[in-house]
């Protein structure tokens, strides 16, 4: 990749954003370290940003964002609002992992600082992975994971900037993995739980945005295929999901949500309610601007590079 890439995006942005109806979501996955920041020169691990003053990380999420709408990118899947973790500790001879004692807090100060620096751009922040996931590194290699803390503890750790934020927050991602506080009977991940969707994020925290899921996750979570997956994550009370691209898995998809609408497994009203909340998020996004020029992109990456030279260690 080079920088060269900047204004071939914009075209092809700019030739979905001319399909009649509303324009689809064109997301990218970087809060510092991703494909786009790499490109612009440099990256800034996840780790280093929890540390990082707020000022920094506000500027980070201007530049990220400048970077996107000069792109024609719309969403951002990002910021990460997974607790941080210490070393795992010895507690009567059980593995045990332990978020650090000022993480909620810190964590919501730096993710509003960054959707502050992306939405001044027009782009859409989308805050994951709710209501919380595994913090272990050896959790987040499996393909279920689990949380098992209670519900007093999520309520005051893991959901903290989710409580504090609310629809500050217009996208929410939901986590592919298993919280036991709520579904301890029958095991389901998230994204695949009524309780936690429609019953956590909708009722106790009375959020109005978008709910994703990621199909291909949630689906080898459950042990199940990816077009069921679709559908229960639809009736869970999810408005938009992730499907790959590759093969055919798109048309499965659509053919299961159309025999579940059909047969009244997906009643019609629930997916109303799912698309008027995705319009209703596409109204703020971004219009790409004008195709950028070399002098446009050199300027955005000797901006980046005087971030990275100031602030790329924090110690």
């Known amino acids: 990749m080079s920088l060269d890439t900047i204004p071939e995006t914009w075209e092809v942005a ?11 979501f ?59 973790a210490v070393l795992p500790r010895a507690s009567g001879g059980a593995r045990d992992v332990a978020p650090v004692p000022s993480a909620p807090l810190e964590v919501t100060h ?24 595994a913090v272990g ?12 803390r209670n519900m007093a503890t999520l309520w005051r750790e893991d959901l903290v900037p989710y ?3 609310g629809n500050q927050l217009p996208v929410i991602q939901i986590s592919h993995a298993v919280c036991k506080a709520y579904d301890y009977e029958f095991p389901r991940p998230a994204s695949l739980s009524p309780s936690v969707v429609e019953g956590l994020l909708r009722l106790k925290l ?12 949630a689906a080898r979570s459950a042990g199940i295929g990816l077009a ?3 559908v229960r994550a639809l009736e869970a009370g999810c408005d938009l999901l992730m499907v790959p691209a590759e093969g ?17 497994k997906l009643p019609r009203e629930r997916v109303e309610q799912a698309l008027a909340r995705v319009q209703s998020a596409k109204q703020g996004l971004s219009v790409p601007p004008k195709k950028p020029g070399e002098r446009e992109v050199s300027r955005l990456a000797d901006d980046f590079r005087k971030f990275w030279k100031q602030h790329g260690r924090f110690d």
């Open 14 to 24: 700019q030739r979905c954003a001319d399909v009649p109806g509303s324009g689809p």
């Open 26 to 84: 064109l997301a990218v996955q970087d809060e510092g370290e991703g494909a786009l920041c790499s490109l612009l020169g440099g990256s800034l691990p996840r780790a280093h940003l929890a540390d990082a003053p707020r000022e920094a990380v506000e500027a980070l999420g201007d530049l990220v964002g400048r970077a996107m709408q000069m792109t024609g990118l719309n969403m951002n899947l990002a910021p990460t609002l997974d607790l941080p």
């Open 110 to 133: 730096r993710a509003l600082a960054f959707v502050r620096g992306l939405t001044r751009h027009g782009v859409l922040p989308c805050a994951r992975h709710f209501p919380a996931f």
């Open 137 to 148: 590194a050896s959790e987040r290699l499996q393909a279920s994971p689990v949380v098992d």
């Open 163 to 165: 409580r504090t934020l």
């Open 206 to 217: 009375a959020y109005k945005g978008v709910a994703v899921a990621d199909v291909s996750k």
């Open 228 to 230: 069921e997956a679709a």
């Open 248 to 264: 055919k898995p798109v048309a499965a998809v659509l053919g299961a949500l159309e025999r579940a609408s059909e047969f009244g």
